[in-house]
């Protein structure tokens, strides 16, 4: 166990719909990660926060939104789903913002 | 750019063998962290091994070792004394450090073990 937590761990909904991922860091970890894992695009970096900064952003859509609260947990927020949007979501922490980072569980999303 | 390159799609090997996944990068940045991580089927990534750009000895974590060799670009995964429990896929993934660029992992497609009894 990593100490990130990740809910929900599955998560079913159909194409145009609008999902949240809730995220909690490891105690003591600023930085908090999202990952997609999918088939056809391995494991890509989506987005950074630090300390409720966005810090780094990758091959995150516009659909796509996320953010860091002040307790430091995060949510990612994915709208007008598609097929493709179907993947496994990680969440990853690390203590400040180039340490190691640790995975939570990932969220399985799947869009009908 | 980065790039991370892991050759071997799928391996096999005998259990209480040794192992070597290999795992080649690409960058221009002097300062860069290589990174393997295993998924097993159920999942989860889980941190194995690290190793900085700059560090002289090769990592070690118990049966883990890496094999750094960076005039090559290669950061291959050692797994000593092979067990069941380590069939899953294992991904090399390597960190740009840079301050303007935060802290994002590149990843490589991941090689799938298996180990036989």
């Known amino acids: 166990d990593s100490g990130v937590t990740q809910t929900p761990k599955h998560l079913i909904t159909a194409t145009g719909q609008r999902v949240t991922l809730r995220c909690s860091p490891r105690?003591?970890?600023?930085?908090v990660y999202w990952y997609q894992q999918s088939l056809d695009q391995g494991l890509q970096f989506l987005i950074q926060?630090?300390?409720?900064?966005?810090?780094a952003k990758g091959n995150i859509l516009e659909r796509f939104s996320a953010q860091q609260f002040p307790d430091l947990h995060s949510e990612l927020n994915l709208s007008s789903l598609e097929l493709g949007d179907s993947a496994l979501y990680f969440c990853?922490?690390?203590?400040?913002?180039?340490?190691?980072?640790?995975f939570g569980p990932g969220t399985r999303l799947t869009v009908l | 750019a980065q790039k991370i390159t892991q050759t071997q799609p799928g391996m096999f090997v005998q259990e209480k063998e040794a192992v070597t996944l290999d795992c080649t990068y690409d960058?221009?940045?002097?300062?860069?962290?290589l990174f393997w991580y295993k998924q097993p089927s159920s999942g989860e990534m889980i941190f194995l091994i690290y190793?900085?750009?700059?560090?002289?000895q090769n990592a070690t974590e118990g049966r883990y070792s890496l094999n750094f060799q960076k005039a090559r670009k290669s950061a291959n995964l050692v797994i000593s004394a092979s067990q069941l429990g380590d069939s899953a896929m294992y991904f090399c993934?390597?960190?740009?450090?840079?301050?303007?660029?935060?802290?994002?992992?590149?990843f490589g497609g991941g090689t799938r073990l298996m180990v036989k009894p």
């Open positions: 990853a922490s690390s203590v400040g913002w180039g340490d190691t980072q640790y």
């Open positions: 105690s003591g970890d600023l930085s």
């Open positions: 960058t221009s940045d002097q300062s860069y962290g």
């Open positions: 926060y630090y300390n409720g900064e966005e810090r």
């Open positions: 993934a390597m960190r740009e450090v840079d301050n303007n660029a935060g802290n994002m992992l590149t």
């Open positions: 190793q900085g750009s700059y560090d002289e």
